[in-house]
């Protein structure tokens, strides 16, 4: 088990090498730079001015210099400072981390709590109305964007609850009441395509599963239909529905990248975005890379959790 | 939803006689792909629209002719955006451009992921190796994200958005492609052709790519609706269509501003963009039914 996991671990330290290369030169690379964008509207910005920016930043240096300098300084610990604000990269990383984590987790566990339930109360009622409204109700859900769904919600609590929520973000460490009310539409809005993807899955799981020998035993044996459905039904068509949400993480981060912008949360997405707009290289390739790292360890976590539930996967 | 769509009878019910069973055989087919059937019906429903919907009504999208914010009525039956143009006739601009970017960048993901994919399955070795290692690293990224990486640092454009859609999603369609080439590259036939000395790009073109068609319709159907909805959140952000052209994205990201005073702007570009994509996921649904019984559920 604990091999299994560092073999795992070990195979990620390829894809992290491969991913920085990728961000780094398709940052660069791309067209336009920092300094073009921090002189847009300057007209009399001269070339020899530029240009000594550009040397002071470092850009000037040859890519490959820039490449190691980069992975040293992540390597270490030293992320560097934003090349807009000169704030160090660390800090502005520290403050968008918990309001992105904030909202992925608990757009996750909402997801998990109703649409679990959803579908195994749909695949042990199959073709009842209850079903056919949770099937239906779980394509809309898979179709309605994100924002649209935070855009609908917004209007609903203006128009109806006089509500608007604040337009700072408010950590839960200080006002937890006032945090929740602000985080809670956004992270709905993101929670929701996961929720449909959870029903639908757990659905699935437990019509496999249901059908299983082992099903038919459980109930000749004389258990209680509840406890052939929790003990026997639910533990097992769980394993999939694990690997979904791992899988889905990557869609909760994009998801919560445009409703942070929507609802101007200062997270990770926030931050990235405006990173971009203004080519704060290095802002967007720490941001971009930690992002991803977060999809890759987590999509491990879930393979290692997979192992461990289903014990033939290791062998395999 | 059943693979095989069952006929059942009730315990001591006669055996019907064989017209019945057969239209009750027709009957269950029909409504086990009533999902598809439906999907099938919206696009084409979006598609008429996009075509012949600015024939239809000839109100340019353009034109600041009316007043703003108007609620909607017989001459503007979806109201009046914030600079009075007429919103029905920008929705439906924006069924355009939608159904452009959602193919655009469908084919050029599915070119590339298809030539990444054979060559990899293919040729196998260190060219699947490295291959397949790139397609690892792009699937390591959440697809949203790398979308507003490239878009944005490409410039914010409609056809930027194209591009960087394009390329999020061909890892995709790579992998999916590599898998199928294998299995097929494994049967006899290809074998045969082999030892007959058929060259490659023949045996690509006539066993291979006929035989992986079934799970690459399926995955254009699907990667459509993925397509159309990152395209809605490239323009929303800003990164995409770019104004005065409607886009439902932009669209809606307009409306977030007149919530108050015109809350319909913020409801059809919406509503729009959730029926293509659920038209795209019910047709994907059906299609994976009719072609694919494997890739179900998945």
Redesign the interface.
């Known amino acids: 088990m604990v091999r299994y996991a560092l073999r795992r671990l070990l195979f990620v330290v ?2 992290l090498v ?2 920085s290369i ?2 780094f030169f ?2 660069r690379l ?3 730079d920092v300094v073009d964008a921090m002189f847009t509207g300057e007209a009399g910005a001269s070339a020899t001015a530029k240009q000594s920016l550009r040397k002071a930043l470092g850009l000037t240096d040859p890519l490959p210099i820039q490449y190691v300098k980069f992975v040293g300084g992540v390597v270490t610990g030293a992320l560097g400072n934003s090349l807009t604000s000169g704030e160090p990269v660390s800090t502005i990383m520290a403050r968008a981390l918990p309001i992105t984590v904030e909202l992925a987790v608990l757009a996750a566990v909402t997801a998990t709590a109703a649409g679990v339930p959803l579908g195994v109360i749909s695949a042990v009622r199959p073709n009842t109305a209850l079903d056919v409204a949770a099937r239906v109700g779980g ?2 859900g ?4 994100n ?2 769904f935070a ?2 919600a ?2 609903v609590t ?2 109806f609850l006089h509500w608007i929520p604040p337009v700072t973000w408010v950590p839960p460490w200080r006002d937890l009441p006032a945090n929740l009310a602000q985080i809670t539409l956004p992270a709905l809005a993101i929670g929701l395509y996961l929720m449909a993807t959870v029903m ?2 757990t659905r ?1 799981a437990m019509l496999e599963v249901l059908r299983q020998d082992y099903i038919r035993t459980a109930h000749a044996k004389g258990a209680t239909s509840r406890a052939v459905m929790f003990r026997h039904a639910l533990r097992n068509s769980l394993i999939p529905v694990i690997t979904v949400i791992g899988f889905q ?3 909760l ?3 919560a ?2 409703v942070e ?2 609802f101007g949360l200062p997270g990770m ?1 926030y931050t ?2 405006q990173a ?2 203004s ?1 704060d290289y290095a802002v ?1 390739e720490v941001a ?1 890379l930690f ?2 790292l977060v ?2 360890l987590v999509n491990l976590a879930v393979d290692v959790l997979y192992g461990f539930l289903d014990p033939r996967i290791e062998q395999a | 939803m059943n693979a095989q769509p069952a006929v059942r009878f009730a315990a001591g019910e006669s055996r019907p006689p064989a017209t019945v069973l057969r239209w009750r055989l027709y009957a269950a087919r029909v409504r086990r792909n009533a ?1 598809g059937a439906t999907g099938a019906a919206i696009i084409l429903a979006t598609v008429a629209c996009a075509l012949l919907g600015p024939l239809a009504w000839r109100t340019d999208y353009a034109s600041q002719a009316a007043r703003r914010l108007l609620a909607p009525s017989a001459a503007h039956p979806l109201g009046t955006d914030e600079l009075g143009r007429d919103e029905l006739s920008r929705i439906v601009h924006g069924a355009q451009v939608s159904l452009q970017v959602g193919i655009v960048s469908v084919v050029i993901a599915l070119v590339t992921g298809t030539i990444t994919g054979v060559a990899a399955g293919f040729y196998g070795g260190v060219v699947d190796a490295a291959l397949m ?2 397609v ?3 699937f ?6 790398l979308a ?3 878009a ?4 914010p454009s409609r056809t930027n958005a194209m591009i960087a859609i394009g390329i999020v999603y061909a890892p995709a369609f790579a992998r999916v492609v590599r898998g199928s080439t294998l299995g097929v590259l494994a049967l006899p036939y290809v074998e045969a052709a082999r030892s007959l000395g058929v060259s490659d790009v023949r045996i690509v073109r006539r066993h291979l790519l006929p035989n992986i068609m079934a799970p690459l319709i399926v995955l254009t159907t699907v990667y459509l ?1 993925t397509a159309i ?1 990152t395209e ?2 490239l323009s ?2 800003g990164l995409g269509t770019q104004p005065p052209e409607p886009s439902w ?1 932009g669209m ?1 990201n307009a ?2 501003s007149y ?2 005073r015109a ?1 319909w702007l ?2 059809a ?2 509503l729009a ?2 029926t293509v ?2 038209g795209f ?2 047709l994907g ?1 059906g299609l994976r039914d009719i072609l694919d019984p494997q890739l179900r ?1 998945t």
């Open positions: 390829p894809t491969g991913m990728l961000i398709m940052v791309l067209p336009g394509l809309i898979l179709s309605v964007p924002f649209w855009t609908l917004l209007l203006s128009v639908r899955m699935t993480v990557g869609t981060i994009g998801g990248t445009v912008v929507m997405g990235l975005v971009i707009f080519r967007i971009a992002l991803a999809f890759v | 999902i290692r790139g690892d690293v792009m390591a990224f959440p697809g949203l994200v507003i990486v490239i944005g640092l490409l410039g609706s909805l809605a959140a929303f952000l994205g809606l409306a977030r919530m108050e809350p913020a409801v570009p919406g963009i959730m994509v659920l996921n019910f649904d559920d």
